[in-house]
């Protein structure tokens, strides 16, 4: 037999994590790595913080699963704080993201077919989004890269180039639903919306009664220096797709609505048989405690400040390598002038520091939010080392 055990659908490195401590992974070789990508933007409290650590552990001493028959006094929990911190008045809990957009997906959908408008279930995308593997989230995207080997798609999506409002506009037809989109394309390489973009979909939306699902799998729970990073943009959506920090590392995601948007999502409609599980909703709780607060969220503001400005003042070292910073809160890209994996691999392999290639020739730099200045002294000594040694012909 000559497939490997795991489906061989990643290529994976050689670093092969046995223990996280804090900011760090170590592996299996006694080899320490500082991780500055966090399970792709993943590990928002590190790998051994104790209240994480402590609510998972008290929950599976009690109740690890039940179906979703039954009341959930955890879930209920859970999800009135988030509807306390956010725009939305329910939330459904999944156990990733791209359930969490596939729920927004027939939320969008449900919304005008509940009032028998069959015909609108179109939703508008943007060139270079992504939101997640399966068959409904990669048609949403347009990158043919992950259709390959899975045609045909799903219809119901049409892109249209990412922060061009006009081209949105002209988009809008008979079938439409909505706009899907993030307000910072993550894997698509830290590009951020334009505030008159976001705000030119809020109102096409209104103007036409359409509905704004936002994707905010990575962006999300405090990565972008806000709770949600549509905050910074003066606008609310409709619907949300979270997922990625909220479980600090446990698998979790959500969609959250408004009471209007989800009018459609009645008994029957929709169910999950592990989402909002009593481990989720412990884990959950115990990244809110530390990440809903106005005044850890200044410091991942302030924190991902410095990191970017020191960052803007390195790469003019290396012309030749780099080209700009972008990004905002601890969601940061770092452009290349070569493609990025040969760089993340350098990193990773020379010098012992993680992070994740991404769009745009972008090295996505996405430490656990709870760095403190010595990480970032200790990222930008390994930057500047591996810089200096770089071949761009290397490859991952």
């Known amino acids: 037999m000559s497939i490997t055990p795991l489906m ?15 900011c ?20 928002a409290l590190g790998h051994s913080h104790k209240g994480l650590i402590g609510a998972i552990q008290r929950q599976a001493e009690t109740l690890m699963h039940v179906s979703n028959l039954y009341g959930s006094p955890q879930g209920e929990h859970l999800a009135q704080r988030l509807v306390d911190l956010t725009f939305a008045d329910t939330v ?53 890269k992950m259709h390959k080997g899975f045609l045909p ?14 081209a949105a506009k002209a988009a809008i ?21 334009d505030e008159a973009f976001l705000q030119g979909l809020r109102a096409l939306c209104d103007e036409h009664d359409l509905l704004l699902v936002l994707d905010e799998v990575q962006s999300g729970v405090g990565r972008a220096g806000t709770f949600y990073a549509y905050e910074q943009y003066g606008i609310e959506p409709d619907i949300l797709a979270t997922a990625k920090g909220i479980g600090g590392g446990f698998p979790l995601g959500a969609c959250l609505a408004t009471e209007k948007a989800a009018r459609g999502m009645v008994i029957g409609t929709h169910g999950s048989t592990y989402g909002g599980n009593p481990l989720a909703m412990a884990a959950a709780e115990a990244v809110l405690d ?7 969220l200044a410091d991942v503001r302030a924190k991902g400040e410095r990191l970017r400005t020191r960052l803007e003042q390195f790469i003019g070292n290396y012309p030749e390598l780099f080209e700009l910073v972008r990004g905002r ?28 290639s991404a769009g745009d020739n972008v090295v996505r730099i996405v430490p656990p939010l709870v760095i ?9 000594e390994k930057l500047s080392a591996a810089s200096a040694s770089f071949q761009p012909m290397e490859t991952a």
């Open 329 to 356: 809160g601890l969601f940061i890209g770092l452009k290349l002038k070569v493609e990025p994996r040969g760089f993340v691999a350098h990193l990773r392999d020379n010098h012992e520091l993680l992070t994740v």
């Open 92 to 144: 459904f809990f999944t156990n990733s993201g791209a359930e969490a957009v596939e729920c927004a997906i027939k939320t969008a959908r449900a919304y005008h077919q509940h009032d028998g408008n069959d015909h609108k279930f179109e939703l508008i995308t943007f060139n270079n989004a992504f939101h997640g593997r399966t068959l409904a989230t990669i048609s949403a995207s347009s990158q043919e």
């Open 8 to 22: 061989p659908v990643y290529p994976r490195c050689g670093v092969r994590p046995v223990r996280g401590e804090h």
């Open 173 to 193: 037809g008979p079938h439409t639903a909505g706009f899907l989109v993030e307000p910072i394309q993550g894997e698509g390489g830290i590009r951020i919306a």
């Open 290 to 296: 530390v990440i809903a607060d106005e005044a850890f």
């Open 372 to 380: 403190d200045d010595s990480h970032i002294d200790e990222f930008m």
């Open 24 to 43: 760090h992974l170590i592996g299996e070789d006694g080899r320490r790595f500082l991780d500055f990508a966090s399970g792709i933007a993943v590990n």
């Open 153 to 166: 798609l799903l219809p119901g999506f049409r892109y249209v180039e990412f922060n061009d409002l006009e």
